[in-house]
């Protein structure tokens, strides 16, 4: 029998907090009747945001295109949808129930790179694109190919999105833990990134890849060029191959910060000697297509031969799904102006990003208005990684690293398993992202309905009151 004493030991070590025990509590409670709000995960049509009207309506051709052939369908259908679906039914004429290429649909492929150029104004090849079941298929193969001995590690960054340090587990290798700098706006730190390097050299472990997620996802920052060259800098120096999580790109709140793609700064620095895996996402932006699984990884600076092993991975899943790669073309290649369906979609898109950018600044004017909380604004992305203080249960001062690290994920697990049951409110404890020794966050998003979020910062803040009195009386 199968028992957890013969379960393969690193998947029993992974583990992924965005969906872990608060979450399972959460799951409990609606079942017993309570109002949760799921602010846990970055599900945007879980939480209303409305499906865009182009996207679906191809795909509801392309699903029964015998609608092609009623007359009503013209009544219905704007002519560009109508037009559309015929050039992917000749580019794909077996229709979306059969494989396809393992790296993708070829138009599809084709699209992303002219996606990539007109976006960077650089060149982008077809050849170095797969099409993934979403980003994290795309990471996932990446981190395949990357974990080869032991002792090979990834640099993450801390708090981190917890696929990279579930997938680390999964495979057996070492996670290298670099700390954002929180005070500078959540950017990365070239003296961190070398002691990072540095100790875990010394523990015999050999870094192979460094991780930056732009924007940030927990903590919603975009990054400068500056700092993007500088990781370039550092990688080419440590012969490391860089893992650029992009899926946030359409979620820029600043207009005083802008998205740059780590692609276009390796091009335009003239780096050939860093290999670049790029990913993208139809989960994230203003789509929030999660549950159509749709994504895609670029290569930059990667032999043939490699790429051939890359190929042969995909293979061995067959392809990424159908639907998922027609999403991803409907994203990288959506309605241009003078088409019929352009208008409501530039609608459609410019209201849930403004409602996004406003609830940010909801967000985080309410939790900074609480005694003991913090959140900046988020640049970007569709979360807010807020800190928090509550009085000490223990004296901290004699503890070592591990020990407050320990007490500090009991201590952010406890209060945001309470603030669920006494508000509704589902979080995710910092710890589930990792967190400066000694510090306490929780990671929520800011995509609820504006009305909610009001509610849920008042709710918040009550509770937060609330708590840290009966800390201080005990």
Same mark, same amino acid.
């Given at each position: 029998?199968?028992?957890?004493?013969?379960?393969?030991?690193?998947?029993?070590?992974?583990?992924?907090?965005?969906?872990?025990?608060?979450?399972?509590?959460?799951?409990?409670?609606?079942?017993?009747?309570?109002?949760?709000?799921?602010?846990?995960?970055?599900?945007p049509?879980a939480?209303?945001?409305?499906p865009?009207t182009?996207?679906?309506?191809v795909?509801?051709?392309?699903?029964?295109?015998?609608?092609?052939?009623?007359?009503?369908?013209?009544?219905?259908?704007?002519?560009?949808?109508?037009?559309?679906?015929r050039?992917?039914?000749?580019?794909?004429?077996?229709?979306?129930?059969?494989?396809?290429?393992?790296l993708?649909?070829?138009f599809?492929?084709?699209?992303?790179?002219?996606f990539?150029s007109?976006?960077?104004?650089?060149?982008?090849?077809?050849?170095?694109?797969? &099409?993934?079941?979403?980003?994290? *298929?795309? /990471?996932?193969?990446?981190?395949?190919?990357l974990?080869? $001995?032991?002792e090979? %590690?990834?640099?993450?960054?801390?708090?981190?999105?917890?696929?990279?340090?579930?997938?680390?587990?999964l495979?057996?290798?070492?996670?290298i833990?670099?700390?954002l700098?929180?005070?500078?706006?959540?950017?990365?730190?070239?003296?961190?990134?070398a002691?990072?390097?540095?100790?875990?050299?010394?523990?015999?472990?050999?870094?192979?890849?460094?991780?930056?997620?732009?924007?940030?996802?927990?903590?919603?920052?975009?990054?400068?060029?500056?700092?993007?060259?500088?990781?370039?800098?550092?990688?080419?120096?440590?012969?490391?191959?860089?893992?650029a999580?992009e899926?946030?790109q359409?979620?820029?709140?600043?207009?005083?910060?802008?998205?740059?793609?780590?692609?276009?700064? &390796?091009?335009?620095?003239?780096? *050939?000697? /860093?290999?670049?895996?790029?990913?993208h996402?139809?989960? $994230?932006?203003?789509? %929030?297509?999660?549950?159509?699984?749709?994504?895609?990884v670029?290569?930059?600076?990667?032999?043939p031969?490699?790429?051939?092993?890359?190929?042969?991975?995909?293979?061995?899943?067959?392809?990424?799904n159908?639907?998922?790669?027609?999403?991803?073309?409907?994203?990288?290649?959506?309605?241009?102006?003078?088409?019929?369906?352009?208008p409501?979609?530039?609608?459609?898109?410019?209201a849930?990003?403004?409602?996004?950018?406003?609830?940010?600044?909801?967000?985080?004017?309410?939790?900074?208005?609480?005694s003991?909380?913090?959140?900046?604004?988020?640049?970007?992305?569709?979360?807010?990684?807020?800190r928090?203080?509550?009085?000490?249960?223990?004296?901290t001062s004699?503890?070592?690293?591990?020990?407050?690290?320990?007490?500090?994920?009991?201590?952010?697990?406890?209060?945001?398993?309470?603030?669920?049951?006494?508000?509704g409110i589902?979080?995710?404890?910092?710890s589930?992202?990792?967190?400066?020794?000694?510090?306490?966050?929780?990671?929520?998003?800011?995509?609820?309905?504006k009305?909610?979020?009001?509610?849920l910062?008042?709710?918040?803040?009550?509770?937060?009151?609330?708590?840290t009195?009966s800390?201080?009386r005990?």
């Open positions: 029998m199968l028992t957890p004493n013969n379960i393969n030991g690193n998947l029993r070590r992974a583990s992924y907090a965005v969906r872990g025990k608060i979450v399972e509590r959460a799951n409990q409670l609606e079942k017993e009747g309570r109002k949760i709000i799921y602010c846990n995960i970055g599900n049509q939480l209303k945001q409305k865009l182009f996207p679906r309506q795909l509801s051709l392309l699903e029964y295109p015998e609608l092609l052939e009623r007359p009503e369908t013209e009544k219905i259908y704007p002519r560009d949808v109508i037009e559309r679906v050039f992917i039914l000749k580019k794909a004429p077996v229709g979306l129930g059969a494989y396809t290429h393992s993708g649909f070829q599809v492929r084709e699209a992303v790179a002219e990539i007109r976006r960077d104004g650089i060149p982008a090849d077809p050849a170095n694109i797969a &099409l993934t079941d979403g980003a994290s *298929k795309g /990471v996932q193969a990446a981190m395949t190919m974990s080869n $001995k032991r090979d %590690g990834f640099m993450i960054p801390i708090p981190q999105y917890p696929l990279y340090s579930a997938t680390i587990a495979y057996g290798s070492n996670l833990s670099y700390y700098d929180e005070k500078a706006g959540w950017q990365l730190n070239e003296k961190e990134l002691a990072s390097f540095e100790k875990s050299a010394a523990r015999g472990i050999n870094p192979v890849a460094i991780v930056v997620i732009n924007p940030g996802n927990p903590t919603g920052a975009v990054l400068a060029r500056e700092n993007i060259e500088m990781v370039i800098r550092f990688a080419k120096k440590h012969n490391l191959t860089v893992l999580d899926v946030y359409e979620n820029i709140y600043n207009p005083e910060r802008k998205f740059i793609s780590f692609a276009k700064v &390796l091009y335009e620095m003239k780096e *050939k000697d /860093v290999t670049l895996f790029s990913f996402s139809v989960s $994230k932006g203003f789509l %929030g297509e999660c549950g159509h699984r749709g994504g895609y670029e290569v930059r600076n990667l032999p031969d490699s790429f051939a092993e890359l190929l042969k991975l995909q293979s061995i899943g067959l392809c990424a159908s639907v998922g790669q027609i999403m991803t073309y409907l994203m990288v290649d959506p309605p241009k102006e003078g088409d019929e369906s352009y409501l979609y530039r609608r459609e898109r410019e849930i990003l403004s409602d996004l950018k406003a609830k940010a600044r909801m967000l985080s004017d309410g939790i900074n208005a609480v003991g909380m913090h959140a900046g604004v988020p640049q970007g992305a569709m979360y807010s990684f807020v928090f203080e509550v009085p000490d249960d223990r004296n004699a503890m070592s690293e591990e020990e407050l690290g320990l007490y500090s994920r009991c201590r952010d697990n406890e209060y945001c398993l309470k603030l669920l049951e006494e508000t589902c979080v995710v404890p910092g589930g992202f990792g967190q400066q020794p000694n510090t306490l966050h929780f990671r929520t998003t800011f995509l609820p309905p009305d909610e979020i009001k509610s910062v008042d709710r918040i803040g009550a509770f937060h009151k609330k708590y009195e800390k201080k005990s």
